[in-house]
């Protein structure tokens, strides 16, 4: 099946500083990616849908500039938590897949971010 | 918009019970209903999908329900081990929404 990788998958950082996640579709090209983040025993809640080449839809209460993604390819989308604080800390998942179908998207092993 | 409730939060069982697994959704307009497994600190592992079109779906000890004018699925897990042990989190297409899971125990 269609493996997606995630990298780093865990990473500790001090506040207020940048961090970078990458979210990569190995064996097909993704034109669309999704990214998601999810707090101890809770669900996971959609941050943004990335389509290739275009901005990133976010959804309601997710700040644009607290979280920049970058979908540059059709393998490659990133996620930036700037300016990282401890409440950004969570688990941060990725999906990719050929369309905004669920039956479509591949899901990464997830990247653990810790804010000091 | 969409909302996905799931329920129970948790659910502790011995191991060979069979169980049942509750999600349900406010908007019967989906594309399609997708059961996942979590297990501590990993992503997700997809377990059974349900097109909008069909009732149920099975795999080995699993089977699923839709019902879609009720918006109500079931996940039937049958003759339950403790590999069984994990989140299980049920997801609605169009818009990508998770329930918040159902986080099961099997004891030996």
């Known amino acids: 099946g269609a493996v997606v990788s995630q990298h780093p998958s865990w990473v500790i950082c001090k506040s207020g500083t940048s961090v970078k996640i990458e979210c990569r579709s190995l064996d097909f090209q993704a034109t669309t990616m999704f990214w998601y983040r999810q707090f101890p025993k809770q669900s996971l809640m959609l941050m943004a849908t990335s389509n290739e080449g275009s901005k990133a839809t976010y959804e309601q209460g997710v700040e644009k500039d607290k979280f920049l993604i970058n979908h540059a390819s059709l393998t490659l989308s990133t996620l930036t938590v700037t300016s990282a604080h401890p409440e950004d800390s969570s688990f941060y998942i990725c999906?990719?897949?050929?369309?905004?179908?669920?039956?479509?998207?591949?899901f990464g092993p997830g990247t653990r971010l810790l804010v000091l | 918009k969409q909302e996905v409730t799931q329920i129970p939060a948790a659910l502790s069982v011995p191991e060979g019970e069979n169980l049942v697994l509750n999600c349900s959704f406010t908007?019967?307009?989906?594309?399609?209903l997708q059961w996942f497994r979590q297990d501590p600190g990993k992503g997700l592992t997809s377990l059974l999908l349900?097109?909008?079109?069909?009732r149920e779906q099975t795999s080995g000890r699993l089977n699923a329900s839709l019902d879609k004018s009720s918006g109500r699925s079931t996940l039937y897990i049958a003759a339950s081990q403790p590999g069984d042990s994990a989140t299980y989190l049920c997801?609605?297409?169009?818009?990508?929404?998770f329930g918040a899971g159902t986080r099961l125990t099997v004891k030996p």
């Open positions: 997801a609605v297409s169009p818009g990508m929404r």
């Open positions: 999906s990719a897949g050929t369309s905004g179908r669920l039956e479509t998207q591949y």
């Open positions: 349900i097109q909008s079109s069909q």
């Open positions: 908007d019967s307009a989906i594309y399609n």
